[in-house]
């Protein structure tokens, strides 16, 4: 979280446009939760076209414990984390939100992931919320932090730090100091608050005991977590007209290699405008007269020759590899 201050001039977001494409492109499977998660904030700090009207604006949405709690306004308490006061404090969040986010959602799954999100804004802006309210109540602490404003999302992202070193072994590098990687959300903490000008300490803090309350409670209940019950039935909801249009089309699932495909009948013979080798059973077009991946011929009818198919059963598979490779300089 950051507390108020003025917008610096706009740059940066192309830099962070570059850095997302280029690390989704490396991956094989693109986590979409962490890319909607990007989306969403970088568009509610631009604010294009009809969102300008639609959004609430920044001043609607601070993070105040004394306005929450008088006038119990939920929109503060959830909207905040997703506001930002300048393009630096959004591309900085974002940058650890794409990595810290990629590597979370890749090994626990998208549904379960977009759970523990919603789970830890809730119980990072909770937590913050309790610790201003004890400050008040048991050390007359109200200035700093019971009248606080402050907005952005790295609370969460201290909590999603917690939980992504809290089995780590190993050592990281936070801010040119070397420390424990399951203690480096504390370090990080520290330094911030004491070398970044105008950071929300009591917003850090609560998303760092969210992350901790989190793990706590995962280890704690071993039945299945109740949001993540109700996503995964809400995405089976979205997903099912998605399922009859494919099941109308009769979508058949295969293993494919090149332009065919491998496995099934290995009868030889002409099928929706394929021919299926015996020997290698690759699927070749009706109109090669031999087989694309091992160079078994066939007859007129779709057979295979028999002089070709026992040279072709011969062949390893490794060699079926190489004479690809040289057929086709691939």
Known sequence: MERGGRRVSRGMLPLLALHAVNEYYRLERKPPVT?????????????????????????????NPHLILKHRDLKRFFLSAFYHIGESHLVYNMMSL?????????????????????ALVGMSQGITLLLARALLLFFDYERAYYHEHAVGFSGVLFAMKVILNSQSENYTYVHGLIVPARHAAWAELILIQMFVPGVSFLGHLG?????????????????????????????GIVSWPLKIVRSLFHFRHRRFSGRGAVGGSRSGRSVSGVWRCSACTFDNSEWL????????????????????????????????????IERFGR
């Open 35 to 63: 890319a909607g998660l990007l989306v969403a904030n970088t568009l509610i700090y631009l604010r294009p076209g009809v969102l300008d009207q639609v959004l609430p604006s920044l001043d609607e949405v601070w993070f």
């Open 98 to 118: 794409l990595w810290k986010g990629i590597q979370l959602e890749t090994s626990m799954g998208s549904v379960e992931f977009a759970s523990m999100t919603l």
């Open 207 to 235: 998303g760092i005991l969210a992350g901790i309350l989190y793990l706590r409670l995962k280890s704690i209940y071993s039945g299945p977590d109740p949001l993540t019950t109700i996503i995964r039935s809400l995405t």
């Open 289 to 324: 007269n031999e087989c694309e991946m091992c160079g078994t011929g066939r007859d007129g009818d779709g057979l295979l020759s028999v002089r070709h198919s026992n040279e072709a059963r011969d062949l390893s598979l490794e060699e079926l590899r190489r004479r690809r």
